[in-house]
């Protein structure tokens, strides 16, 4: 088990990927707020259909949201 020195809190890799884990599900729990499940589902449709997903994204989305929606359809191809 490694463990890393050179920050004054060391941690060792399990509670550094665990942490690393619970950030990624509130990333994910964020882009959830701003879009039903539905509008989901529709993104990736259109995505893998190759379709203008345009029309269906709410104006407030980041950047990192879509790159997150982007990695959502590729996944479910």
């Known amino acids: 088990m490694a463990i890393r020195i050179d920050k004054p809190n060391a941690e060792d890799n399990l509670s ?18 701003k879009m039903s ?8 449709r259109r995505y893998q259909s190759g379709e203008g ?5 709410p104006p407030e989305l980041t950047l990192e949201e879509l790159k997150q929606l982007e990695n959502l359809a590729k996944k479910r191809s």
């Open 37 to 44: 499940i539905k509008d989901i589902n529709e993104y990736i």
């Open 16 to 33: 550094y990927r665990q942490k690393k884990e619970k950030h990624q599900r509130i990333k994910v729990a964020d882009l959830s707020d």
């Open 53 to 57: 997903v345009i029309e269906i994204l």
